[in-house]
């Protein structure tokens, strides 16, 4: 056999499935006011993401970040709005270069969105680092008041997660990552979902919603959520998802190792919710 059939004969073998062809993607929000430098370095250890996905970093968790992960980010950026809101900034940090990294200001909530194009596989995707706006309760309010409360948080996060959507090219592998401050049945990660994009932890572990990712310590019982997600459009097939907890944050690290994979169509994303 000749050197030019040789080598089309190569191009036809399938991919290989041996994890070679994988991602790894972590979402972490550190916690503005967290002073545990020492946590926040073992938790960003452990997940050894590919690209991370940071909320709630301030300048100074910023600089320390820099220093401590230069040897294994190469990539670093962040970024805020007009200083407003001290759990406002986001960062990415990554072993991949990043291109088109873009800050969206904030329709409707509080902290915009973060987006960057990372090359992978041959081919270029498009990561979305979500902060949703927080649900905030008066204090005296009762049921009714904490009624109003979700229901004034699930309009902005409305407004939210359709400008979210109106970013995403659908002809591109997406990955969507970040603190969504919401139940998996509540609007935003039930949009994704409608619109076709993979809850990664879900797909890989049995009563995902049995695992917090969040924790507040509430009295007479604490609070313990999962409202930190990493979602994928079909392009991605997902190998592993775990959460890691360490002290400093309230919340934890959420990793998701995602496999490549060549669907046949496209999605159809658009702002309104429903296909």
Same mark, same amino acid.
């Given at each position: 056999?000749?050197?030019?059939?040789?080598?089309?004969?190569?191009?036809?073998?399938?991919?290989?499935?041996?994890?070679?062809?994988? =991602?790894?993607? *972590?979402?972490?929000?550190?916690?503005?006011?967290?002073?545990?430098?020492? #946590?926040? &370095? $073992? !938790? +960003?250890?452990?997940?050894?993401?590919?690209?991370?996905?940071?909320?709630?970093?301030?300048?100074?968790?910023?600089?320390?970040?820099?220093?401590?992960?230069?040897?294994?980010?190469?990539?670093?950026?962040?970024?805020?709005?007009?200083?407003?809101?001290?759990?406002?900034?986001?960062?990415?940090?990554?072993?991949?270069?990043?291109?088109?990294?873009?800050?969206?200001?904030?329709?409707?909530?509080?902290?915009?969105?973060?987006?960057?194009?990372?090359?992978?596989?041959?081919?270029?995707?498009?990561?979305?680092?979500?902060?949703?706006?927080?649900?905030?309760?008066?204090?005296?309010?009762? =049921?009714?008041? *904490?009624?109003?409360?979700?229901?004034?948080?699930?309009?902005?996060?409305? #407004?939210? &997660? $359709? !400008? +979210?959507?109106?970013?995403?090219?659908?002809?591109?592998?997406?990955?969507?990552?970040?603190?969504?401050?919401?139940?998996?049945?509540?609007?935003?990660?039930?949009?994704?979902?409608?619109?076709?994009?993979?809850?990664?932890?879900?797909?890989?572990?049995?009563?995902?919603?049995?695992?917090?990712?969040?924790?507040?310590?509430?009295?007479?019982?604490?609070?313990?959520?999962?409202?930190?997600?990493?979602?994928?459009?079909?392009?991605?097939?997902?190998?592993?998802?775990?959460?890691?907890?360490?002290?400093?944050?309230?919340?934890?690290?959420?990793?998701?190792?995602?496999?490549?994979?060549?669907?046949?169509?496209?999605?159809?994303?658009?702002?309104?919710?429903?296909?």
């Amino acid at each position: 056999m000749n050197t030019v059939a040789t080598l089309l004969m190569l191009a036809l073998l399938p991919a290989s499935d041996d994890g070679s062809d994988s =991602i790894r993607i *972590a979402t972490y929000n550190l916690n503005w006011g967290n002073r545990r430098g020492d #946590q926040m &370095i $073992d !938790a +960003i250890e452990s997940a050894d993401a590919d690209i991370l996905c940071l909320q709630e970093t301030t300048p100074q968790s910023e600089q320390f970040l820099r220093k401590r992960l230069a040897d294994r980010y190469r990539y670093f950026h962040s970024t805020g709005h007009e200083g407003r809101y001290g759990a406002e900034r986001f960062a990415f940090a990554s072993r991949i270069e990043l291109d088109e990294v873009t800050f969206h200001p904030p329709t409707g909530g509080l902290f915009g969105f973060y987006t960057a194009t990372f090359h992978y596989g041959g081919d270029d995707g498009r990561i979305v680092n979500v902060h949703l706006t927080p649900f905030r309760f008066k204090k005296g309010g009762g =049921i009714s008041g *904490a009624m109003a409360a979700i229901s004034d948080t699930e309009e902005q996060h409305g #407004q939210e &997660i $359709d !400008a +979210i959507v109106k970013a995403i090219d659908p002809d591109n592998p997406t990955i969507i990552a970040g603190d969504f401050n919401s139940l998996s049945e509540f609007k935003a990660p039930k949009t994704l979902r409608q619109l076709g994009l993979v809850d990664t932890f879900a797909a890989v572990n049995a009563d995902a919603d049995t695992h917090p990712t969040w924790h507040w310590p509430t009295k007479p019982v604490p609070l313990a959520l999962r409202i930190d997600y990493i979602f994928c459009t079909p392009h991605f097939r997902t190998v592993e998802s775990k959460i890691i907890r360490r002290a400093g944050s309230d919340h934890s690290v959420v990793v998701s190792e995602l496999a490549r994979t060549r669907p046949t169509g496209s999605l159809e994303l658009s702002s309104g919710g429903n296909r």
